[in-house]
């Protein structure tokens, strides 16, 4: 059975979306429709990624031999603007909690494959550890 998360909407991704508006608001007010319009672009992708944004929890069928394997992956969609990551389980490698500067907000980083990195802001954050400690085994 799939499980879905969803993105936490956070004080930097509102305060980056007010930001944008009154920047774009601001240079149509001055005339500047070009530099306006180009603001509102990248305000529309900024929403869309982050309303949009989903972790899903699921099974890939796969086998080489024939038959159907199971595997437990993650899959990272971060809306219609761009390609969903897939995350296998057996290659997580590592999971830790981080914070940003002055601690004003915090994620999830995992670690999986070579080298790689995810982050993730989950709504509720207990649920999506636990999940992910359930699939992992």
Same mark, same amino acid.
């Given at each position: 059975?799939?499980?879905?998360?969803?993105?936490?909407?956070?004080?930097?991704?509102?305060?980056?979306?007010?930001?944008?508006?009154?920047?774009?608001?601001?240079?149509?007010?001055?005339?500047?429709?070009?530099?306006?319009?180009?603001?509102?672009?990248?305000?529309?992708?900024?929403? @869309?990624?982050?309303?949009?944004?989903?972790?899903?929890?699921?099974? =890939?069928?796969?086998? /080489?031999?024939?038959? %159907?394997?199971? *595997?437990?992956?993650?899959?990272?969609?971060?809306?219609?603007?761009?390609?969903?990551?897939?995350?296998?389980?057996?290659?997580?490698?590592?999971?830790?909690?981080?914070?940003?500067?002055?601690?004003?907000?915090?994620?999830?980083?995992?670690?999986?494959? @070579?080298?790689?990195?995810?982050?993730?802001?989950?709504?509720?954050? =207990?649920?999506?550890? /636990?999940?992910?400690? %359930?699939?992992? *085994?």
């Amino acid at each position: 059975m799939d499980r879905i998360f969803h993105q936490r909407f956070t004080i930097a991704a509102k305060s980056g979306i007010t930001i944008l508006t009154l920047l774009a608001f601001w240079f149509f007010l001055q005339r500047q429709a070009v530099v306006g319009f180009l603001l509102v672009i990248l305000l529309m992708v900024m929403i @869309e990624r982050v309303v949009h944004t989903r972790y899903v929890f699921s099974h =890939d069928f796969s086998g /080489s031999d024939g038959g %159907k394997e199971e *595997k437990n992956v993650l899959i990272i969609d971060k809306g219609r603007f761009s390609h969903p990551l897939i995350i296998f389980f057996e290659d997580i490698k590592k999971v830790n909690m981080m914070s940003t500067a002055f601690h004003l907000s915090h994620y999830i980083l995992i670690e999986y494959g @070579e080298g790689k990195m995810a982050s993730f802001q989950p709504e509720d954050e =207990d649920a999506f550890l /636990s999940e992910l400690k %359930k699939r992992s *085994k």
